[in-house]
């Protein structure tokens, strides 16, 4: 049984995604702020955790807004 | 002793008058609780992405330092208390950035210098009581004009995904009706007056 393989944009033995890389993680941000679902991002679970992580580390510390402007 | 990565969100008032006295703060609260500090430098001086404590930019130090596990949870109530750390994230990291060690000897050098932080747009409350006000009058000019907000509406929605387009299909059905209404009571009087 084969399973559907996803198009993943980012392999998940990348560098890990850091909150200080802020010209990454806009890339995942709408307009609004608010973060880019799976089916946008094509991340596995485990990387998107990572992505929420680092993206509420950035805005915790002023870098990444909560609401867009 | 673990090693753990600080960032840390100094206030601009305090390194505007030395940076040095700014740094030292923030890692003179880690080495009062036995930490020893790897490396610190000044990682940027930004715009913040919206206002912390009535401020709209603010520096970042990173530190780099090796401590007791179990007093963290006192460093961090000592930066909750402090005044010049505006906010803190303190993370656990496997070993220095490559890269780290330089900019910490860099910044130590004598013709290091930090440059003069901007002037900041302090936010009064006068000053967001009157931008609001502001808003609303635009709003209630929008309602007058009806017809006028059409167009407007139809340029967002060609920006924004299909879902919001639906959205604004519909808001401008009511706009285009009210549009009629207005003028079907208009010529109304006019007949009455004539």
């Known amino acids: 049984m084969a399973r559907p393989v996803k198009k993943a944009t980012r392999p998940c033995d990348d560098p890990r995604l850091d909150y200080k890389d802020l010209e990454t993680l806009s890339k995942y941000l709408t307009p609004q702020g608010q973060i880019h679902a799976r089916r946008r991002t094509g991340y596995c679970s485990k990387c998107q955790r990572e992505l929420k992580q680092a993206i509420k580390r950035a805005r915790h510390m002023g870098l990444l807004p909560f609401v867009g402007s | 002793m673990n090693l753990y990565e600080g960032m840390f969100l100094l206030d601009n008032n305090v390194v505007r008058e030395d940076w040095n006295e700014a740094k030292a703060t923030a890692t003179g609260i880690l080495e009062k609780h036995g930490a020893s500090v790897t490396t610190a430098r000044r990682w940027a001086e930004r715009s913040?992405?919206?206002?912390?404590?009535?401020?709209?930019?603010?520096?970042?130090?990173?530190?780099?330092?090796?401590?007791?596990?179990?007093?963290?949870?006192?460093?961090?109530?000592?930066?909750?208390?402090?005044?010049?750390?505006?906010?803190?994230?303190?993370?656990?990291?496997?070993?220095?950035?490559?890269?780290?060690?330089?900019?910490?000897?860099?910044?130590?050098?004598?013709?290091?210098?930090?440059?003069?932080?901007?002037?900041?747009?302090?936010?009064?409350?006068?000053?967001?009581?009157?931008?609001?006000?502001?808003?609303?009058a635009t709003e209630e000019a929008s309602e007058e004009a009806p017809a006028a907000d059409a167009p407007a509406e139809e340029a967002k929605a060609e920006e924004t995904p299909e879902a919001e387009e639906a959205k604004t299909e519909e808001a401008e059905a009511p706009a285009e009706e009210a549009a009629e209404a207005s003028e079907e009571q208009t010529e109304e009087k006019s007949s009455e007056e004539a």
């Open chain 2, 48 to 136: 913040l992405a919206y206002t912390i404590q009535k401020r709209n930019r603010g520096s970042y130090l990173l530190v780099h330092f090796e401590a007791d596990p179990d007093k963290i949870s006192i460093m961090r109530r000592d930066l909750e208390l402090n005044e010049t750390v505006m906010r803190y994230l303190i993370l656990t990291c496997d070993g220095v950035p490559e890269g780290e060690a330089e900019l910490h000897e860099a910044e130590l050098s004598a013709d290091f210098s930090v440059p003069e932080p901007p002037e900041d747009h302090v936010v009064d409350s006068d000053e967001e009581e009157e931008s609001e006000e502001g808003e609303g």
